[in-house]
């Protein structure tokens, strides 16, 4: 039940672009985006919702392809401080709380 | 700012000793939750609650309980510890169904 992330790791060279992606074996009524730096909290990038459109946050985006229950962050021209752990959280729409599950995260180093 | 804050940074317990772990937000949001960490696993949902005194289980609730009496404070509680809930512990609250979650610094519970 919980989605797959792919890669499970990656390593950068800040400028270069970067994608994650989130896939699930059943429909999808939300994706979630957080980021965990190392010793931190995880914090909210964004959400994307059925039927809705692609989402930005500075030079970080996301999309959400309904039909193949999957999502791809987008990391345009990386900086040191994307560096940490990126999870997605699926949800499928009923009982949110027995069906929002989080990804096993991928880790992103990016360096200088 | 949201502040969601946790009882403790650091734990250690001995097998069999009932835990309380305590999590306190100030945003008068309505949903918090209770995560555990792994490496390799993700953010693993154990309890959910949406109101004061509701709960439902999440995908691991065998060996927890949770009691929220105050909409603010919602405890985890192990019964009797033992050495496989060894883990950080992450506490969220989010305002509506599927908002954004603020989570805390987190517990990493030792059980010896």
């Known amino acids: 039940q919980q989605p797959v992330q792919s890669p499970q790791a990656v390593i950068l060279r800040e400028g270069e672009d970067a994608v994650i992606n989130c896939s699930s074996s059943?429909?999808?009524?939300?994706v979630h985006w957080y980021r965990q730096k190392h010793g931190e909290a995880p914090v909210f990038l964004m959400i994307?919702?059925?039927?809705?459109e692609q989402k930005g946050h500075d030079k970080i985006s996301a999309s959400f392809n309904e039909k193949k229950q999957q999502s791809s962050l987008y990391l345009t021209a990386s900086q040191l401080s994307y560096s940490g752990t990126y999870f997605c959280?699926?949800?499928?729409?009923?009982?949110?709380?027995?069906?929002?599950?989080f990804g096993p995260g991928t880790r992103l180093s990016v360096l200088p | 700012d949201v502040k969601v804050t946790q009882s403790s940074r650091y734990l250690v317990k001995r097998t069999g000793e009932k835990v309380f772990l305590e999590c306190v937000q100030d945003?008068?949001?309505?949903?918090m939750f209770w995560y555990r960490q792994d490496p390799g696993l993700g953010l693993r949902l154990i309890y959910f609650?949406?109101?004061?005194?509701?709960?439902e289980k999440g995908d691991i609730p065998e060996g927890y309980s949770v009691s929220r009496e105050k909409k603010e404070r919602f405890s985890l509680i192990l019964e009797s510890a033992s050495t496989n809930q060894t883990s950080m512990y992450l506490c969220?609250?989010?305002?509506?169904?599927?908002?954004?979650?603020?989570f805390g610094p987190g517990t990493r519970l030792t059980v010896t």
């Open positions: 969220a609250s989010s305002f509506g169904v599927r908002g954004e979650q603020y």
């Open positions: 059943k429909a999808l009524y939300s």
């Open positions: 994307l919702l059925k039927g809705g």
């Open positions: 959280g699926t949800e499928k729409g009923d009982n949110y709380g027995q069906n929002f599950v």
């Open positions: 945003m008068d949001h309505e949903n």
């Open positions: 609650s949406y109101d004061v005194k509701m709960k």
